[in-house]
């Protein structure tokens, strides 16, 4: 079983992560949390059954003092690189949440601590099997849903942003 601790405790993992943990809890345990916010870290130990003693307001304590597989790192994004090269100097995997960093220098920060820590790294995007998502995304596939009404917005403006022309459309027309 693989054991994780969680470094930010916030609205993304009360209403995300922690539904998604819950879930795997047969396969992966969350050993402790961090989070400067008593409350956001009692919620989530609380939902976890976390022990008191493991639920740091530091995220820096709970590295020094709990052994865990990986860190499921979920702070505000200016915070991503100095908590994610924290892991990595201590030798664990890190899952953190979108967007990676604010600046090019971050990023090459991280990912050059990350190579040297020889540890394994992913950023998460946790929408795409989210429940009420996975049922918009089959409505849509059976029936076109707004896509077929306004969409299309959707899609020149992909081409504007991607500075990229659509080089295939496909429809499909459902007669009820």
């Known amino acids: ?7 930010g405790c916030g609205r993304v ?10 879930e795997v809890r047969d396969r992966i345990r969350v050993v402790a949390v961090a989070d400067p916010v008593r409350e956001n870290r009692d919620v989530v130990g609380e939902a976890l059954d976390i022990p008191e003693h493991f639920r740091f307001a530091d995220y820096g304590d709970l590295l020094k003092e709990v052994e865990f597989d990986f860190a499921d790192q979920a702070l505000p994004h200016f915070l991503h690189e100095e908590a994610i090269i924290a892991c ?5 995997h890190v899952l953190t949440e979108k967007p990676l960093t604010t600046s090019v220098e971050s990023a090459k920060a991280i990912a050059s601590a990350v190579k040297k820590a020889g540890i394994k ?6 929408y795409l099997h989210n429940p009420k998502l996975s049922a918009i995304y089959a409505a849509i596939r059976k029936g076109g849903g707004a896509l077929i009404d ?12 991607m500075d990229t022309r659509v080089s295939d459309v496909a429809a499909r027309i459902c007669v009820t």
Request: charge should be neutral; aromatic fraction near 12%.
């Open 1 to 7: 079983m693989l054991t994780a601790a969680i470094i």
């Open 13 to 22: 993992v009360q209403v995300g992560h922690l539904l998604g943990f819950k």
């Open 88 to 92: 990595a100097e201590h030798g664990r």
């Open 121 to 126: 790294f992913g950023i998460q995007h946790n």
């Open 150 to 161: 306004s969409g299309y917005h959707s899609l020149y403006m992909g081409e504007q942003f």
